[in-house]
């Protein structure tokens, strides 16, 4: 998924990737959100580098998802 939009600062992108996520709350967001995906993706397809996100401020931002294939059909 690729935006045109504001982009993040390095700064930014590594506070929204940290694992305690933001103890200020705005509305109803913990700022867990993004970190608590990566996580669980993680720990279902047993990968550690299972994302990546490319952002520059005043640029936008890119996000790949390295999901693996999978052989059989995954039934909930």
Known sequence: MQDTGQGMSEEQLSRL????GST???????????????????????????????????EGTCITLKLPKLSRRFEA
């Open 17 to 20: 990737l940290s694992e305690s």
């Open 24 to 58: 200020a709350y705005r509305g109803h967001s913990t700022g867990i959100g993004l970190s608590n995906v990566i996580h669980r993706l993680q720990l279902f397809f047993g990968l550690k580098d299972i994302i990546d996100i490319d952002s520059n401020a005043g």
